[in-house]
């Protein structure tokens, strides 16, 4: 079993900045890449930003300029600093890790339960 714990959603207001944690623990060998996806009412989820662990980003078109994926490898842990933030980036974050549980094992899927960001105008 992996299990991915977040933190940090809220309600802010429109420029302000919120910092999410991710800490990923379990049955765990080595973690490919580790990211953040977000699901606002009514749509479908969608990526925001991920990191693998040789250090390459990926980030939406929406959110580049405005928040900063991080991560440390040692401790399964991942950061998404966002400022700037606006309205349009209320929705439910999600964690991401695609963990390999041993070494000759397959990777999997893991996500966390969500954390709230809610900005107001």
């Known amino acids: 079993q992996v299990q991915l714990v977040e933190s940090g959603g809220g309600l802010v207001q429109a420029g302000g900045s919120l910092r999410l944690s991710c800490t990923a623990s379990?049955?765990?060998?080595?973690?490919?890449?580790m990211g953040w996806y977000r699901q606002a009412p009514g749509k479908q989820r969608e990526l925001v930003a991920t990191?693998?662990?040789?250090?390459?980003?990926n980030y939406a078109d929406s959110v580049k300029g405005r928040f900063t994926i991080s991560r440390d490898n040692a401790k399964n842990t991942v950061w998404l600093q966002m400022n700037s933030l606006k309205p349009e980036d209320t929705a439910v974050y999600f964690c991401n890790a695609v963990v390999q549980r041993g070494p000759l094992a397959a990777s999997l899927d893991a996500w966390g339960q969500g954390t709230l960001v809610t900005v107001s105008s």
């Open positions: 990191k693998t662990r040789g250090g390459f980003t």
């Open positions: 379990g049955s765990i060998f080595s973690i490919y890449t």
